[in-house]
């Protein structure tokens, strides 16, 4: 077992340490309603991964040969969660702040998954990092969607229509 597995493994639960610490944070600001939803929703995501990254860096560290088919792959689709329609109108600015933010964490630890399953030499590692971008790229082109949503109704609250 090479360090460097290791060291990817540590920075990518620390990622997503992170990203479950800002999408809990914002929901907690953000009182009620489909966007605190959608960030607990993200929340919980992320420490499903944070669960499953631990799990392979304990086994890595043990000296065991960790197998994809022991790590927990299983995606459960969104319950509806990322739909445009029940958002309705912008609520405040910091809706339009935090759905910008998570965009750029999402896409920043997609990345990072890209290039750790390009380094990494352990399949299990390589599958996993993998997985975890592709689950990353979902959440980021469904934040993109709400975000192009929200700042259509900032624009229009604001007066700027161009109708």
Known sequence: MAIKELELLKVAILNEVEGETFYRLAAEHLGQGEIRTLLLYLADEEAKHQETLRKLYKDLAAG?????????????PSTGIFDLMKLGKVKSNLE????????????????????????????????????????????????????????????????????
Not at 133 to 162: N, P, V
């Open 64 to 76: 065991k040969e960790a197998l994809s088919e022991d790590l927990k792959l299983d995606h459960t």
């Open 96 to 163: 339009i702040s935090v759905v910008s933010t998570g965009i750029s964490m999402e896409k920043a630890s997609m990345d990072y998954y890209n290039q750790a399953a390009e380094q990494s030499e352990q399949k299990a590692v390589k599958d996993l990092c993998q997985y975890l971008s592709r689950w990353e790229r979902e959440h980021m082109e469904k934040l993109e969607k709400i975000y192009d949503y929200l700042k259509t109704e900032w624009f229009e609250a604001q007066g700027f229509s161009t109708s």
